[in-house]
């Protein structure tokens, strides 16, 4: 199957890209950095609040387009525990602009056999955006297409010190049945108790505003990761761009530390 016969290209620049993408070595998993909304707001003399508005836009779009060319996992860098320094009526803004988001688009989601999860300490969310995350993650748990995952209230650093405290209760309850000297930790004992548990771990990192650093964002995850990062600021970042970092994923040789490998895919 040819990447035209999944996705229809909006003008020529998409369909020169999509000829040449290769469907049966897209990457198994995509996580985005959304950055750059305020960026944008800025350039334009407008409120931060119009760049997130802007950027939950270009999520529908990228979501769509990534469900449509059948990837398996796509993750998007959405709130981290860091965001919570920022202005009290940002964040509620944010917080609001969530709910309205998976108010209007759950059954488009739902519709499309996408299954929603969400990652990172939802308990210290205001309890409404709780309860609708939680509506929408039953709403969608038996879906078997893209699984979207939403890091939200997401660090990678807490992720591991909630992983290790896991896998510490799990030892003391092994030693007190006895067991402990079974008990034993390596790199699947440590991934079983992420926060991603389950999902493969991302083969390309996408970063928006051309900001190069990883930003405490799926730290063990991306390990072997192809990294990359793009000038555009989210609120531009296009289905176009998209497909681009698509294709220079397939031009590169992923080697794992070895002497090479088939680009763009595992061996």
């Given at each position: 199957?040819?990447?035209?016969?999944?996705?229809?290209?909006?003008?020529?620049?998409?369909?020169?890209?999509?000829?040449?993408?290769?469907?049966?070595?897209?990457?198994?998993?995509?996580?985005?950095?959304?950055?750059?909304?305020?960026?944008?707001?800025?350039?334009?003399?407008?409120?931060?609040?119009?760049?997130?508005?802007?950027?939950?836009?270009?999520?529908?779009?990228?979501?769509?387009?990534?469900?449509?060319?059948?990837?398996?996992?796509?993750?998007?860098?959405?709130?981290?525990?860091?965001?919570?320094?920022?202005?009290?009526?940002?964040?509620?803004?944010?917080?609001?602009?969530?709910?309205?988001?998976?108010?209007?688009?759950?059954?488009?989601?739902?519709?499309?056999?996408?299954?929603?999860?969400?990652?990172?300490?939802?308990?210290?969310?205001?309890?409404?955006v709780r309860k609708d995350i939680e509506s929408a993650m039953r709403t969608t748990e038996k879906n078997t297409g893209m699984r979207l995952?939403?890091?939200?209230?997401?660090?990678?650093?807490?992720?591991?010190?909630?992983?290790?405290?896991?896998?510490?209760?799990?030892?003391?309850?092994?030693?007190?049945?006895?067991?402990?000297?079974?008990?034993?930790?390596?790199?699947?004992?440590?991934?079983?108790?992420?926060?991603?548990?389950?999902?493969?771990?991302?083969?390309?990192?996408?970063?928006?505003?051309?900001?190069?650093?990883?930003?405490?964002?799926?730290?063990?995850?991306?390990?072997?990761?192809?990294?990359?990062?793009?000038?555009?600021?989210?609120p531009d970042f296009t289905r176009a761009h998209l497909l681009e970092a698509l294709q220079d994923y397939q031009r590169r040789e992923r080697r794992y530390g070895g002497l090479g490998n088939s680009s763009g895919s595992k061996s």
């Amino acid at each position: 199957m040819k990447a035209t016969e999944l996705l229809k290209p909006a003008g020529p620049q998409e369909a020169a890209v999509l000829e040449h993408l290769d469907p049966k070595r897209f990457p198994q998993h995509v996580a985005i950095i959304m950055d750059g909304n305020g960026r944008w707001a800025q350039k334009r003399h407008l409120p931060r609040i119009a760049g997130h508005k802007a950027g939950v836009r270009v999520a529908r779009e990228v979501i769509e387009t990534c469900a449509r060319l059948k990837l398996p996992a796509l993750t998007l860098y959405a709130f981290s525990l860091e965001n919570w320094r920022r202005p009290k009526a940002e964040i509620d803004f944010l917080m609001r602009l969530l709910r309205e988001y998976l108010r209007k688009e759950l059954p488009v989601i739902h519709k499309n056999n996408i299954r929603l999860l969400v990652i990172g300490r939802p308990d210290q969310l205001p309890a409404a955006v709780r309860k609708d995350i939680e509506s929408a993650m039953r709403t969608t748990e038996k879906n078997t297409g893209m699984r979207l995952v939403v890091a939200l209230n997401y660090g990678a650093r807490a992720e591991l010190v909630d992983a290790f405290k896991s896998m510490l209760g799990e030892a003391q309850h092994a030693a007190s049945n006895g067991g402990l000297a079974h008990f034993h930790v390596d790199e699947h004992t440590i991934s079983r108790h992420l926060y991603t548990a389950g999902l493969p771990d991302p083969d390309l990192l996408i970063r928006t505003s051309g900001e190069m650093r990883v930003s405490n964002f799926l730290l063990w995850q991306i390990a072997y990761a192809e990294i990359y990062v793009t000038e555009t600021l989210w609120p531009d970042f296009t289905r176009a761009h998209l497909l681009e970092a698509l294709q220079d994923y397939q031009r590169r040789e992923r080697r794992y530390g070895g002497l090479g490998n088939s680009s763009g895919s595992k061996s």
